[in-house]
């Protein structure tokens, strides 16, 4: 007897196209690598560059995405319907919106003449734009969506249950966020925070219009590698090197992810 749950024949051929797609394009990246001058090309002075501001804006975007991402995502996930709805559409505007329209709309924010930049650079003299700030400010803004999203859900899936309980029996509202409430969604923050460092780490659109393109100042990895293949920056080499490396810390960061997720449901 046929499994009943078995798949149209026709079906496979689409399904092969989409594959095909999004496989085949890193595999002609990767037959297009020089592989035995990819080691040099990672270490060269400019690359190293690039990759070395690239981890220290990314995982600092990061820690500030998940310094005000939770606390967003529990009030989103803890008002009403109306509220609830509003916050968690206008967090996740950065999702649709494209980078470039995000490069602009900081550059309308903190720039010179921006609503609040003009502020800060006239009384303090502070100008925020294509500063090593920049980079992190607009990785934040990018990425942030994607730990909110993950962390609500998890809250919501968590339920108020337990919460409740703990309130009845007189713990305050600190006391039941942090021995309940951040347990029961830990899953969801750390999930949230892997995808999150991967999408700092990956940004260039709002980065590029915000933050510019300057060596060792903003030139993170994907400037890098769009500057080598303009014919400036990083020699071409370098380019297909650290694009064979961001596809290396994508892989390694699905994996960790997968593994997270699935290492619940084989405990008892």
């Known amino acids: 007897m046929r499994d009943g749950t078995g798949i149209p024949r026709l079906l496979y051929l689409p399904a092969a196209v989409a594959f095909a797609l999004l496989v085949l394009p890193i595999v002609g990246l990767i037959v297009r690598a020089d592989w035995p001058r990819v080691p040099a090309a990672i270490v060269s002075a400019e690359a190293l560059s690039a990759l070395g501001l690239s981890l220290q804006t990314a995982i600092t975007a990061t820690v500030l995405c998940v310094i005000v991402g939770v606390p967003l995502a529990l009030v989103i996930a803890r008002s009403g319907p109306r509220i609830g709805g509003l916050l968690r559409a206008l967090s996740t505007l950065p999702l649709v919106m494209p980078p470039l329209v995000g490069g602009i709309a900081l550059l309308y924010l903190l720039g010179r003449n921006g609503l609040v ?3 800060l650079d006239l009384a303090f003299g502070i100008r925020i734009p294509f500063t090593t700030a920049a980079v992190v ?3 934040s803004f990018v990425a942030l969506p994607f730990l909110v999203i993950s962390v609500e859900g998890a809250l919501r ?3 108020t249950r337990f919460e409740t309980v703990a309130a009845t029996l007189g713990a305050s509202r600190w006391t039941v966020f942090r021995r309940i409430t951040l347990p ?3 899953p969801g923050v750390v999930a949230g ?3 999150c460092f991967a999408r700092a780490l990956g940004e260039f659109g709002a980065t590029a219009l915000f933050a510019g393109n300057a060596a060792g100042i903003t030139r993170t990895m994907p400037l890098a590698i769009y500057t080598a293949f303009n014919g400036a920056g990083v020699a071409q080499d370098s380019a297909i090197a650290l694009s064979l490396l961001l596809i290396v810390v994508a892989v390694v960061i ?3 992810l997968r593994s997270w ?3 619940p449901e084989r405990r008892p």
Do not use: D, F, K, S
Request: no cysteine; net charge neutral.
């Open 157 to 159: 899936t968590a339920g």
């Open 261 to 263: 997720r699935t290492e």
């Open 184 to 186: 029961l969604i830990l």
């Open 254 to 256: 699905l994996l960790l």
């Open 117 to 119: 930049g003009g502020v």
């Open 193 to 195: 925070t892997v995808l």
């Open 137 to 139: 400010i607009a990785q």
